[in-house]
């Protein structure tokens, strides 16, 4: 069995690290994901005859402190990059610290949401509106978890490989960043799809 070793320097056919191009890779893989449930979504708002507004059955005004508090996410977790390629080890860990504490912002803000939803008896099976909604959200919220267990890792003992491995350590808080911009990304495009229109 071949190994693929671990690179800190881009390599000379792809100009990116290992890990770098293997990130890539799972974001164009769900990319793909994501599109399948948004062409789905579309196709059954077209052939629907009667479709709700998002904006009169959910909560906009939640939904856009969640789209704030994302896109701060998104700036801290470049803050965190930044100040590790700037040597500054505890800046970096108040920037991650500031994202992960974006990341349970967001959560609990959709916690108060579903739980909105299911007081007022809206469930997955309510109507293809509402399977929709809690499918999108629902999945983009497990990658929400998912990128916050990375950061949490990333934040405490993982950190430690700033000590042995400062260039390889920085690589993976580059990698763990596109990943939670993509999840960013990806709430940005469900945000007026869901909510606006």
Same mark, same amino acid.
């Given at each position: 069995? @071949?190994?693929?070793?671990?690179?800190?320097?881009?390599? +000379?056919? /792809?100009? %990116?690290?290992?890990?770098? !191009?293997?990130?890539w890779l799972f974001i164009a893989s769900e990319v793909m994901? $994501?599109?399948?449930?948004?062409?789905?979504? &579309?196709?059954?708002?077209?052939?629907?005859?009667?479709?709700?507004?998002?904006?009169?059955? %959910?909560?906009?005004? #939640?939904?856009?402190?969640? /789209?704030?508090?994302?896109?701060?996410? +998104? &700036?801290?977790?470049?803050? +965190?990059?930044?100040? #590790?390629? @700037?040597?500054?080890?505890?800046?970096?860990?108040?920037? @991650?610290?500031?994202? $992960?504490?974006?990341? *349970?912002?967001?959560? *609990?803000?959709?916690?108060?949401?579903?739980?909105?939803?299911?007081?007022?008896?809206? !469930?997955?099976? /309510?109507? @293809?509106?509402?399977?929709?909604?809690?499918?999108?959200?629902g999945l983009h919220g497990l990658h929400v978890i998912g990128?916050? &267990? *990375?950061?949490?890792? !990333?934040? /405490?003992?993982?950190?430690?490989?700033?000590?042995? =491995?400062?260039?390889?350590?920085?690589?993976?808080?580059? &990698?763990?960043?596109?990943?939670?911009? !993509? *999840? =960013?990304?990806?709430?940005?495009?469900?945000?007026?799809?869901?909510?606006?229109?």
């Amino acid at each position: 069995m @071949m190994e693929i070793p671990y690179t800190s320097k881009p390599h +000379s056919e /792809t100009g %990116l690290y290992n890990a770098k !191009f293997g990130i890539w890779l799972f974001i164009a893989s769900e990319v793909m994901l $994501f599109g399948a449930l948004f062409t789905a979504y &579309i196709l059954l708002r077209v052939g629907a005859s009667e479709w709700p507004k998002g904006a009169e059955i %959910l909560n906009v005004p #939640l939904a856009t402190i969640n /789209t704030v508090v994302l896109i701060s996410s +998104s &700036i801290t977790m470049v803050m +965190s990059w930044a100040s #590790l390629k @700037m040597n500054e080890f505890s800046k970096y860990k108040v920037y @991650m610290l500031l994202t $992960f504490l974006l990341g *349970v912002v967001f959560l *609990v803000i959709k916690f108060f949401e579903y739980n909105a939803k299911f007081h007022h008896g809206y !469930f997955p099976s /309510t109507n @293809m509106f509402f399977a929709t909604y809690f499918t999108l959200t629902g999945l983009h919220g497990l990658h929400v978890i998912g990128g916050m &267990i *990375v950061n949490f890792y !990333f934040l /405490t003992i993982g950190s430690k490989m700033w000590n042995t =491995d400062k260039e390889r350590f920085t690589n993976r808080i580059e &990698i763990a960043g596109l990943y939670w911009h !993509f *999840v =960013d990304l990806v709430w940005i495009f469900l945000f007026p799809a869901l909510y606006l229109l």
